[in-house]
């Protein structure tokens, strides 16, 4: 069976701060694709990024980068310089095939001014 | 960019009742998801819609209870049935508008059931 998990429920930070958002997971597959998506307040979904399995490069854009780990079953998520409007619930998500989406709990995150 | 459409953005329906809710997806694709997020709670997905066949269901999810249309590769709809306040969630539709890239969402509907 397939799994996401997302350890930390919530996380407040100050401005600034960075923080890394966690993110485990389980299948028993050798292909998989891994994602991690935004929802600010207004409720929308904004994908952030999506990685196969084949591909362990980290991945930089901007302020956000991400740190994929097959030998932990990893694939955290990182804000360098946080900022208020980064505040939202981030989820982490799991497909098998590019198929259908099995997502994580969320982590609320919470940029303090 | 791609878009995905989604309509009524929220309602709030009399126990009992049914409402529709549509996808519409600014080009063709295979395979259309249909997602509940309930209050405070992540994304769980309903079903799978592939046009020209039935959808596939998860685990929890029945068709009596929550039927889906998919006329054509870029439309579907999602009908919530005989109603009740537990069935009240954001429900959102997706597809994948670009061959290896995320999962586009619609903006989702707000269900209220009272």
């Known amino acids: 069976a397939q799994k996401v998990t997302q350890a930390q429920t919530e996380i407040s930070v100050v401005e600034k701060e960075d923080v890394t958002l966690d993110c485990v997971y389980e299948?028993?597959?050798?292909?998989?694709?891994l994602f991690w998506y935004k929802q600010p307040p207004s409720g929308e979904l904004v994908f952030l990024i999506r990685?196969?399995?084949?591909?362990?490069q980290n991945e930089i854009s901007g302020r956000y980068s991400w740190n994929f780990q097959k030998s932990t079953s990893s694939f955290n998520f990182t804000i360098t310089a946080s900022q208020v409007v980064d505040s939202a619930v981030y989820f982490c998500?799991?497909?098998?095939?590019?198929?259908?989406?099995?997502f994580g709990k969320g982590t609320r995150l919470h940029i303090l001014p | 960019s791609a878009v995905i459409s989604q309509k009524p953005s929220r309602d709030i329906c009399q126990r009992g009742t049914s409402l529709t809710i549509q996808c519409q997806v600014d080009s063709q694709v295979t395979m259309m998801f249909w997602y509940r997020q309930q209050p405070g709670q992540s994304l769980t997905l309903i079903a799978t819609?592939?046009?020209?066949?039935?959808?596939?269901?998860e685990s929890g999810f029945v068709i009596d209870k929550f039927p889906i249309s998919r006329p054509n590769l870029t439309f579907s709809t999602l009908t919530v049935s005989n109603m009740s306040p537990e069935d009240s969630s954001i429900y959102l539709c997706?597809?994948?508008?670009?061959?290896?890239?995320?999962?586009?969402f619609g903006s989702g509907t707000r269900l209220t059931v009272v």
């Open positions: 990685r196969n399995s084949f591909d362990e």
């Open positions: 819609a592939n046009q020209g066949s039935e959808a596939t269901y």
């Open positions: 997706s597809a994948q508008l670009r061959v290896n890239y995320g999962y586009t």
């Open positions: 299948t028993r597959d050798t292909t998989y694709y």
């Open positions: 998500a799991l497909s098998l095939r590019d198929d259908k989406i099995i």
